[in-house]
């Protein structure tokens, strides 16, 4: 029996796929990447945009005209807005949120799957103590030997103005901290070089269970000790924090250890001061930027990443400049620009969406063109220099090169090279750059 799970959107719902294969496979299913071969087949869907949900859409057409043909079983997960969720439901075999994970044979079942448990079932373990996170005991079947996904925390309670995330995945839970240090442990014994922490609002850990648990800031701390006790090389990032959670005592704690990685994904998503409040973000330019400073102060070498969005209900040109602004005087090492989408749901889709798809289109432009500028800057100052390098496979473009980041996250090309080096650090001499990536030899 071979199933193929289709997985859109973001490292949430990647890591959530981990899991979910784990208890397809403990069910006897062979994981293929090739939909024809299934014979269960599902989609692990994201909302933040209405161009990925289309996919679901067409995705599901097409199954559904296979089931003329053969046997055929599908279901999706992951983000679904409460419109499509009714619609799906008609489509699919079956709908689950990612906290009935646990309940998925029995779901299978009652659509006809047939399964042969193993004695290394994921569920052995699993005690359920809370239907929100047990979950997360699952095993998940990592999709790499090195760069590793932890959740620390679901949902979210910021509900900004544009966004569907409130309503796919609910309110904020934190993942109890014994089992998230505990999975960074194994992943830390294991060898594995990258980890990265995830959650909607990362820096929001724990304040869900205040005086039960502990803090984001803390919870990097522990992390860190971990890491130096272990005498092991590795590096540790998050996404997404947000600016309004950002303390400094976060930016400190990732300058005291040598295993939290010095890159940070601050979203700015506007840089327009009224924009910004009818976005509901509940933090100010000045606040941001202050932040931004703390970072250049208290780590010095770190590369900073952003999302912003263009074309927002009645962004007037003048508050797309403020953003341009921002742009220009953080100067990012990287940024996520998308065209605002309006999400059924979400509080800014009962205004209009008055930025035209060609304005929406030239603003994006204009700000990747300000990130190339800003990036070529950061990355002409590396050239000649020497940096640690996790390679993390052998180029796609070019069969004697291999392609990895340095801490900060920064694309490096390491030309000869070969490829029994992917999964390691390497010192690499940076001997180009271009304007989003760099290009090395090993030093
Ligand atoms: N929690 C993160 C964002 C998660 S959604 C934060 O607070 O920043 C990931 C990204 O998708 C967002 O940063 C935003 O830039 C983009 N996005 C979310 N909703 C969108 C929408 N309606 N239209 C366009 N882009 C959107
Ligand atoms: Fe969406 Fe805002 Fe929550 Fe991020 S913080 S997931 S943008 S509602
Ligand atoms: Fe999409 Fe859900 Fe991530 S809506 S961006 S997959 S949290």
């Known amino acids: 029996m071979k199933c193929c799970v289709v997985t859109l959107g973001c490292q949430m719902n990647q890591s959530d796929s981990e899991r979910i294969r784990s208890v397809i496979e403990g069910m006897g299913f062979e994981m293929v990447d090739t939909e024809e071969e299934a014979s269960l ?30 046997p055929l079983v599908t279901f999706v997960s992951g ?26 044979p029995d779901m299978l079942h009652q659509c006809g799957v047939a399964s042969e448990f193993s004695a290394k079932h994921p569920f052995n373990d699993l005690h359920r103590e809370d239907e929100r996170t047990d979950f997360w005991q699952i095993d998940p079947t990592y999709s790499s030997d090195f760069d590793a996904f932890v959740p620390i925390q679901n949902g979210c309670d910021k509900f900004c103005s544009y966004c569907a995330v409130p309503y796919t995945r609910g309110r904020e839970v934190s993942r109890a901290s ?42 990097l701390r522990k992390v860190g000790e971990l890491g130096q006790a272990s005498g092991k090389e590795f590096w540790v990032y ?17 300058a005291d250890y040598d295993c939290l990685a010095k890159q940070i994904h601050l979203p700015l998503q506007s840089g327009d001061e009224k924009l910004l409040r009818r976005m509901n973000r509940n933090h100010s330019i000045e606040d941001y930027l202050k932040i931004v400073d703390d970072i250049r102060e ?9 999302d912003i969005i263009v074309g927002f209900s009645g962004e007037t040109d003048e508050q797309f400049e403020n953003s341009a602004k921002v742009m220009e005087r953080v100067g990012y090492n990287m940024a ?3 065209k605002y989408s309006p999400r059924v749901g979400a509080r ?12 929406k289109s030239e603003r994006l432009a204009r700000l990747s063109e300000i990130l190339k500028r800003t990036s070529k800057a950061h990355n002409d100052a590396m050239v ?23 801490e900060g996250k920064l694309p490096v090309r390491v030309v000869d090279a070969p490829a029994e080096l992917v999964g390691t650090f390497q010192e690499v001499e940076i001997t180009s750059a271009s304007e989003l990536s760099l290009t090395g030899r090993l030093a």
């Open 384 to 406: 000649g220099k020497t940096y640690r390098v996790l390679i993390e496979r052998v180029d796609p473009r070019m069969a004697s090169a291999l392609s990895g980041r340095t």
């Open 298 to 306: 208290l780590l010095p070498t770190a590369t900073l990443f952003t």
């Open 178 to 219: 014994e089992d998230i240090l505990a999975e960074v442990r194994r992943l830390v014994e294991r060898g594995v070089k990258a980890i990265t922490l995830l959650g909607q609002n990362v820096n929001s850990y724990g304040l869900d269970k205040k005086g039960q648990e502990i803090s984001f800031a803390q919870l």
């Open 348 to 359: 800014s889709a009962r205004w209009e969406d008055d930025i035209s798809p060609q304005l």
């Open 79 to 104: 983000c679904i807005l409460p419109a499509d969720e009714e619609k799906f439901l008609k489509q699919f075999d079956l709908v689950f949120r990612m906290n009935e994970l646990p309940d998925l």
């Open 336 to 338: 996520y620009v998308a």
């Open 238 to 254: 998050f996404t997404s924090p947000h600016p309004r959670d950002m303390t400094r005592d976060v930016i400190e704690a990732i």
């Open 41 to 70: 087949i599902g989609v692990v869907a994201c909302s933040v945009r209405q161009k990925a949900i289309d996919k679901v859409y067409s995705k599901i057409r097409k199954w559904n005209q296979w089931k003329n043909e053969k």
